[in-house]
């Protein structure tokens, strides 16, 4: 079984503060996904990486895939209340096919 | 709105009755999933769908689930005589023919079995 290890579980933070999520495994994943989930809702994708060393930016957040591909982080600058949610990564590993494993959760609180 | 509708929103049965969720993927996509989420954890895959073929099945998936795609278009997931531990979100995804096999979510269908 692959696994998907995502720390911190939970961050509170204030307002202006930047913050980093790690996704790691031990597996290599063909691509990675990070998505943010809101109470009640489906998870809304942010972002795919699908080449190692890959960096994507998407205003205020930036997502690296490491160069092996068995890793990602995701960066927050200036966090936001609006920023609040579960961020989840999710990859694709190589030997599982279209299954995505998904990491526990990061509970991001910022606070005002 | 052209994403992922899954319908019932909510559903509250009793323990042992049937249930029937429907996912309507993106109407380009070939591809559809099932996965569970229960509170505090990530969503587990249940089963994957290419076009018609139901080609993937999770051990999380039992007898008494079962999932259809008939004409490659919506799904349907059933769990017969329900247990509380079937108690989750059950979230579908679909997602389109390309690298990175990028899934897109519906809200979910919320089911509490008393």
């Known amino acids: 079984t692959q696994l998907l290890e995502q720390s911190p579980q939970f961050l509170s933070i204030q307002e202006g503060e930047n913050l980093t999520v790690y996704c790691n495994s031990s597996?290599?994943?063909?691509?990675l996904q990070w998505y943010r989930q809101e109470p009640g809702e489906g998870p809304v994708l942010l972002v795919t990486?699908?080449?190692?060393?890959e960096v994507k930016k998407l205003k205020r957040l930036t997502f690296q895939f490491g160069d092996a591909r068995k890793d990602s982080s995701l960066h927050i600058t200036a966090a936001q209340p609006g920023d609040t949610g579960l961020y989840l990564c999710?990859?694709?590993?190589?030997?599982?096919?279209?299954?995505?494993?998904f990491g526990e959760g990061t509970q991001l609180t910022v606070n005002p | 709105d052209t994403g992922v509708s899954q319908d019932p929103r909510h559903k509250i049965t009793k323990r042992g009755q049937n249930v029937t969720f429907r996912c309507d993927p993106i109407?380009?996509?070939?591809?559809l999933y099932w996965y569970r989420q229960t509170l505090g954890q990530g969503p587990e895959f249940l089963t994957y769908?290419?076009?018609?073929?139901?080609?993937?099945k999770s051990r999380l998936l039992s007898d008494r689930f079962s999932a259809e795609r008939p004409k490659g278009s919506f799904s349907t997931l059933e769990i017969q005589r329900t247990e509380q531990g079937d108690s989750a979100m059950y979230l579908c995804?679909?997602?389109?023919?390309?690298?990175?096999?990028?899934?897109?979510f519906g809200p979910g269908t919320r089911l509490t079995v008393l």
């Open positions: 995804a679909s997602s389109p023919w390309t690298p990175g096999n990028t899934q897109y």
């Open positions: 597996s290599v994943f063909s691509s």
């Open positions: 990486v699908v080449t190692g060393g």
């Open positions: 999710a990859g694709a590993a190589e030997t599982s096919g279209s299954r995505l494993t």
């Open positions: 109407s380009e996509h070939n591809r």
């Open positions: 769908f290419q076009n018609e073929a139901q080609l993937e």
